[in-house]
């Protein structure tokens, strides 16, 4: 997970965004392990009040470049409004850019 944490805040840094597929092929996840390592940390966000890092991928055919379902479907399981996917995503998006979450 130290892997994806370290490229997340590289990501949030260069106010950056990568597909999932990109990102499962370069630290070598299958889809499924991704999609739970990403879960894990939007739990660890909402504990600690941070921006959700998982706002960082967007899906491959998204005209928006917005986050796949799931991501919407797990921020609204842990409390928070998804009502506008595409001010949700700008919110989480734009405070990571200010202050990415680097893992220690």
């Known amino acids: 997970m130290k ?7 590289a990501l949030a840094a260069a106010g950056e965004t990568i ?5 499962a092929k370069e630290l070598g996840l299958r889809m499924a392990d991704l999609t739970a390592q990403l879960e894990a940390l939007m ?13 960082l991928l967007r899906q491959r055919l998204s005209p928006d470049h917005l986050p796949a379902p799931g991501f919407f479907l797990k921020a609204a399981e842990l409390g928070q409004p998804t009502n506008d996917p595409a001010e949700f995503t700008k919110a989480h ?9 680097i893992p220690g």
């Open 43 to 55: 739990e660890q966000d909402a504990a600690q009040g941070r921006p959700f890092r998982a706002a």
């Open 3 to 9: 892997r994806l944490e370290e490229k997340l805040a």
């Open 93 to 101: 998006r734009d405070a990571n850019s200010m202050s990415p979450n």
């Open 19 to 23: 597909t999932y597929g990109a990102l």
